[in-house]
Each structure stands twice: as structure tokens, then as C-alpha cells.
């Protein structure tokens, strides 16, 4: 990243900014949204002038800032409804009169984007034949992703959510300049070690889990990209899985665990609004993924002190020291082993102790301040 400048008024005094931040989603509803709400409390709280534009909010979440109801358009197609975010948003990086807007969603009109997920061009990577040439040049919704995607690599600055996402759009966009990577952050007083000492033995009562049984937590949806099939396969006798998540085919998976003669040692909870209780109830996290951009219910997980697994491809992988505070999966068939070594309890404390080290390094404080330092230089530049 290049070294920031810092905004300043003509007396030397650092000036607070306008700034408009643009998702479809402002709240705690996924990890993107969650980026961006606590990016905005933080620098609210500093004295920022923060504008959401948003097509829904959590009302809660928008003290200090001023929020701007942006009309849904497209409801039923995802490409109609990103254009449509897109046309009623454009004009307030133009005629706004903010220091600096930026967007959490697609957009090609703004100063800075944030990319929570790698590239829609690397997607393409997964075809062959013929196959890839009908989603790269025949099919209306990757051609009209493809094309935002060119014209969102031409905005000013753009913000990688790990290093492997930089690495991405470098491979497939050669945009290397004006890229700051600023990871996820996790609030380190809300997930806490505390919580796991206090709260594990009613957890653990209430999932009915046994004193001796390895809890294994995995939280996210998308199953077939966070790889569920493979923590399923890895699952061995005195270990309990508990999903965390609306997946998709959710049947499959329910089907799986009986095939694999599971089904006393595996539960799906759906979507549960406050995850912390089954952190609290779990001896490891694991997030075994095909594909990661990041991987947020990681860093939540090694604030609480709590050992983890994750492929050695996911964005989270950048801040994990392999089997000193958290264990890298490069191969799915070395799962079952590195849960047979995260039994002992030892391992476990020593590893989570190191974690918890890790995480106080990436509070949400400290990502606010990589964002405002940002802006500040994104806003010299407009001034200039």
C-alpha cells in the first residue's frame, strides 16, 4: 500500500470528512455488511461525517450518521439489482460533495471499493472446453459482470480484503497500483476468552455435549464453497459438528451425515443471530474451503482463545503462523489428522493463547484507522 498522506485544513488541523459509504445492506446480517457497519461506527465516533446509502438498515446501527434510502430495483435479478444499485448511487460521487465515497458493492462510479470476494474472472477458471465459453462470452450475466468488473478495476482505489485477493486481481487485471489490502477486524472485547471460560459449560449442557467429546464449530453458508462435505468426511468417534449456517442443498448434507453414519454426532442449527454461544460451547473452529476470500468466523474464533483449521488458499491464512496460533489445511485428506492432534487439551490452550494474541492485532479499531488513513489520502488527491 502506498504511504498515506493525511488530509489537512490550511492551518495544519486534521479535518474531519464527509464520507458516503454505499452497500445494499447496512447491518449484521453477513460478513461484508458487518465490515462495513463497524468501518462506519468507528469513524462516526471519531467525528466523521459518515452518509449511508443503503436499500435497508438497521436503525440501531446508524447512530452518529445520516441514512439515505436507496429504492431496491431488480428484486428477482441479481445483475438488474446491482445496475440498479449502481444508477440510483452514481450520482453522489459527482454531485454529493463528499471528501470520499466509497462502495461495498459492485460499482464503477466511486472513489474506492472494497472487493470482499475474488474476482468474477477468476470464477471462470473453474470451466473448461466449451463450457467456459459459453459463461465467458454467451452467457447475459457474466458478460454483464464481466463488464462492471473491467470498469470497477478502473476506479481510483481499491481495498483487497487479504492479500489473496490482491494477488487475484493482479493475476487476472494486472491492477497493482493504488490497492490497499485492510483485512477484516473483529471486536476483541464482544469475543473474548472470557466468554469460552463463563459460558462453555451451559453451552456445551445445552447442545448436549459431552465433558470427553471434541466440539468441532463450523459457522458460514455457502457449504459447498466453505467445503461442509469435507469437516463431515473428517469426523471420527468423541468428536461432535455443529454447523452454524443456511447453506445451500441442505439436504445433501443431511443426507451425507446418515450415509456416514453421523447423525448422533452432527447438528445443523440454521442461521443463529448471536453465534457467540456455540463459540463458547466449541473446542475448534474449522473452516475447510474450497475458496475463502477471508474468513471472518476465524478471527472471531481466535479472539475467543479458541484453536482453529483452514485452508491454507483462504484469506484468513494470511495472520495464522501454521500449528503455533492455528493449524493450515493444504490437502483436505490431512483434516482428520489435524483434528486427532487438536484433541489434546494442551495443544488446544497453548495454540488459543496465541491466537487470542493475533486477533487483539486486528480489533475493528485498528481497521478504522486503516481506513481513515486511506481516505485521507483518497481525499488529498481529489483536492489537489
Not at 462495513?36 to 449511508?52: F, P, T
Not at 450518521?65 to 431496491?72: L, P, S
Not at 466468554?195 to 455435549?209: D, H
Amino acid at each position: 500500500m502506498p504511504e498515506l498522506q493525511t488530509f489537512f485544513s490550511k492551518d495544519g488541523i486534521s479535518v474531519m470528512l464527509d464520507i458516503a459509504i454505499c452497500i445494499k445492506r447496512f447491518g449484521r446480517w453477513g460478513g461484508k455488511e458487518t465490515y462495513a457497519v463497524e468501518v462506519a461506527r468507528n469513524l462516526a465516533q471519531k467525528g466523521h461525517r459518515i452518509s449511508v446509502f443503503a436499500c435497508l438498515a438497521d436503525p440501531d446501527l446508524l447512530e452518529g450518521m445520516t441514512f439515505h434510502k436507496v429504492a431496491a430495483c431488480g428484486a428477482f435479478s441479481n445483475v438488474l439489482n446491482t445496475l440498479g444499485f449502481i444508477d440510483a448511487t452514481r450520482r453522489i460521487a459527482t454531485d454529493g460533495g463528499f471528501d470520499v465515497v466509497h462502495s461495498h458493492e459492485r460499482h464503477c462510479c466511486t472513489d474506492v471499493q472494497t472487493l470482499h470476494s475474488f474476482s468474477y474472472l477468476s470464477g471462470m477458471d473453474q470451466y473448461s472446453g466449451l463450457r467456459k465459453i459459453e459463461q465467458k462470452y454467451l452467457s447475459p450475466r457474466s458478460l454483464a459482470y464481466l463488464w462492471l468488473e473491467k470498469r470497477q478495476m478502473r476506479l481510483p482505489w481499491l481495498i483487497a480484503v487479504s492479500s489473496r485477493v490482491a494477488q487475484d486481481i493482479d493475476l487476472h487485471y494486472h491492477r497493482r497500483d493504488k490497492v490497499a489490502v485492510i483485512r477484516p477486524g473483529v471486536d476483541i472485547e464482544a469475543f473474548h476468552p472470557h466468554l469460552v471460560k463463563e459460558g462453555r459449560r451451559k453451552a456445551r449442557a445445552r447442545l448436549g455435549i459431552g465433558d470427553n467429546e471434541l466440539a468441532i464449530l463450523f459457522v458460514g453458508s455457502a457449504f459447498k464453497r466453505k467445503g461442509l462435505d469435507r469437516l463431515i468426511r473428517a469426523i471420527a468417534e468423541g468428536m461432535r459438528l455443529l454447523v452454524v449456517g443456511t447453506g445451500d442443498h441442505l439436504s445433501l448434507y443431511k443426507k451425507m451425515v446418515t450415509r456416514h453414519g453421523l447423525s448422533a454426532q452432527v447438528s445443523f442449527s440454521g442461521f443463529i443471530k448471536d453465534v457467540k454461544p456455540y463459540y463458547a460451547a466449541a473446542d475448534v473452529v474449522v473452516l475447510p474451503s474450497r475458496s475463502e476470500a477471508f474468513g471472518m468466523s476465524i478471527l472471531e474464533a481466535m479472539a475467543c482463545g479458541l484453536p482453529t483449521i483452514v485452508s491454507d488458499n483462504a484469506g484468513v491464512a494470511d495472520i495464522i503462523a501454521d500449528k503455533v496460533n492455528g493449524c493450515l489445511m493444504r490437502d483436505p485428506d490431512t483434516l482428520p489428522d489435524l483434528l486427532k492432534a487438536l484433541s489434546d487439551a494442551d495443544v488446544r490452550a497453548r495454540m488459543g493463547k496465541m491466537a487470542r494474541e493475533t486477533a487483539q492485532a486486528h480489533s475493528w479499531e485498528k481497521v478504522a484507522a486503516a481506513h481513515e488513513a486511506c481516505y485521507r489520502m483518497i481525499a488529498s488527491e481529489k483536492a489537489a
